[in-house]
């Protein structure tokens, strides 16, 4: 009698290898969900930062930097020096760790370019810029949220001619004030800044499954498109998020909060939202219906413009005018109601919308005539009409 082992055939190594590679796919799925389920929260605007600016600590620090010098002391940042001030990555500015006590930042004359993320996070209510400055670096101003007033110390001619650099287009947005000089900008910066003072509340997101609160008091960041931009959400929102729930004490949804969130199907707002932004809810393909609470007063252009699967909306009561393009292209959209305070009808606010047949009206056949329709509206002028609509 002979004894062998006998070895395996290729099939079973084939076969082996794929219940291995599919018990560890599994694991991978399992981790996967586990990571969906758990909760995710933080600031709306500079997450982390917003909290640390409750404090009141006074950090007092110094250095420098290349050709620049740096102090901290009583809540302003002051930039000194001769030169271009060295290109910083991100978070990693000399003065970076003292942010959270900065609410002026003042740059003397002297200074003639400011560094790439030289004042990222830092909550900022004034800043001073002399008119030596003439570029800015990348992002050199990103996410100062707070920040609302320019000082500049020379013509507004002048002005118009720095190269603010990408990402800080919010210098462009802020109110600029023209002062003498680059002293007297300082001056005005620092006042500005000691008379300011931290909400008491700021915006929160959280993420439990797939539904996205906001919560807080007052009114939400105005977004863009563009990656570097998005709403802090974004990225690890845009392709789960089923619902979107904006709590009470929020004033407004800004511009780009939601859009491309392809699987969101509802939305709750809370009736303290007055305003909601361009291109809100742009592109959610998968949003069913929605009904705005009467506070909205102001629904922005491309609000719900792509929502192919949209096939009902209730307008708020008390709105004025139905912005350009809202539902434009909204292919699936059959039943609207609007109010009798609806005096205007934009610009193809309802192009695109081929199954649009009923109008649920609140107001009068007479009242209705006399809705001024701007172009590219046909869906809704031909659609069927329910006057005097009372639910």
């Known amino acids: 009698m002979h004894n062998y082992t006998r070895r395996p055939s290729k099939a079973f190594l084939l076969l082996l290898s794929f219940c291995i590679m599919l018990q560890l796919f599994s694991i991978t799925d399992l981790k996967a969900e586990a990571a969906g389920n758990a909760s995710a929260h933080g600031y709306l605007s500079s997450e982390e930062d917003l909290q640390e600016a409750e404090t009141e600590n006074s950090y007092e620090a110094s250095g420098s930097s290349g050709p620049i010098r740096w102090t901290v002391k009583n809540h302003v ?3 000194s020096g001769n030169g271009k001030m060295p290109n910083y990555a991100s978070e990693k500015a000399p003065w970076y760790h003292c942010r959270s006590s900065v609410r002026a930042v003042v740059i003397k004359s002297g200074v ?7 004042f990222k996070h830092i ?3 004034a800043v001073s810029i002399p008119q030596s400055v003439t570029k800015m670096g990348y992002k050199s101003f990103a996410y100062t949220d707070r920040l609302k007033t320019v000082y500049y110390g020379g013509e507004r001619k002048k002005w118009s001619r720095i190269d603010i650099g990408f990402g800080n287009s919010l210098l462009r947005t802020t109110s600029v004030y023209f002062a003498k000089n680059a002293s007297a900008a300082a001056e005005l910066a620092k006042k500005t800044g000691k008379r300011s003072s931290t909400p008491k509340h700021s915006l929160r997101w959280s993420l439990s499954g ?3 609160t906001i919560s807080g008091n007052g009114s939400m960041t105005d977004f863009v498109s563009d990656p570097a931009h998005t709403a802090p959400w974004h990225a690890r929102c845009a392709n789960t998020v089923t619902k979107v729930v904006i709590s009470k004490g929020v004033t407004s ?7 491309d969130f392809s699987r969101l199907k509802s939305i709750q707002l809370a009736s303290t939202v007055k305003r909601i932004g361009v291109r809100a809810f742009y592109r959610c393909t998968g949003l069913y219906a929605v009904a705005l609470p009467s506070s909205v007063n102001t629904i922005s252009k491309n609000a719900f413009q792509n929502c192919f699967s949209l096939t009902a909306a209730v307008l708020p009561r008390g709105l004025k005018s139905i912005s350009p393009y809202v539902f434009n292209q909204c292919s699936q959209l059959r039943v609207v109601t609007i109010p009798a305070s609806v005096t205007v009808v934009g610009q193809e606010a309802f192009w695109g919308c081929s199954r649009l047949s009923k109008i649920n009206y609140k107001g009068s056949a007479a009242q209705w005539r006399r809705i001024t329709f701007r172009s590219g509206n046909q869906a809704a002028q031909g659609a069927g009409k329910v006057y005097n609509y009372a639910h």
């Open 123 to 125: 909550p900022m209510y």
């Open 253 to 259: 949804i800004g511009n780009y909060a939601f859009y």
């Open 210 to 212: 797939t539904t996205l």
């Open 77 to 79: 940042l002051t930039i």
């Open 112 to 118: 003639t370019y400011i560094g790439n993320y030289a």
